[in-house]
């Protein structure tokens, strides 16, 4: 896991105090909900820290961690989530309720414009059936950052 500052200063660390420094930099700025892309982290797990709770989607042990996907929740909102869950390492969702309708949260590692069709096409049918179910739910849909020039 990277923490997104200089990682000369946190080698060290290993994922736990990671986990804990994140959770403390995510409060400082009021954030509610992250979405983690290229996590490289194995399996899938949770770990709940004081405020966040950490959910990640990762390939098995021993197979190549390229890619990953995951949220960071605040904790206060636990109870008004659906618990994350994903498609593939490149694509996971949470659905999130309100008082209006339900929001479809999506955290995408996108194929890039070099990867092979078949993946891209892969990817593109598991997205295209994930933004389905959400329409005919009458939800929105929150996208976090997407990169224009993948796949």
Partial sequence: MTTGKNTNN?????DAQKTS???????????????????RLSRSDIIKEENYTF?????????????????IV????IQSIHTPS?????????RLNTEQNSVL???????????DTSVKDVFYEQLQEKLRTCYDKECSVAWGYVCLNQG
């Fill in 105 to 115: 949260v999506l955290s995408v590692y996108m194929p890039t414009l070099d990867a």
């Fill in 86 to 94: 994903a498609t593939s390492n490149r694509l996971s969702y949470l």
């Fill in 21 to 39: 420094m994140i959770d403390r930099e995510l409060l400082k700025r009021a954030i509610d909900i992250a979405a983690l892309k290229a996590t």
């Fill in 55 to 71: 959910y990640w989607f990762g390939r098995q042990e021993g197979e190549v961690r390229m890619y990953g996907t995951g949220f």
């Fill in 74 to 77: 605040r904790n206060s909102l």
């Fill in 10 to 14: 946190y080698s060290g660390l290993d």
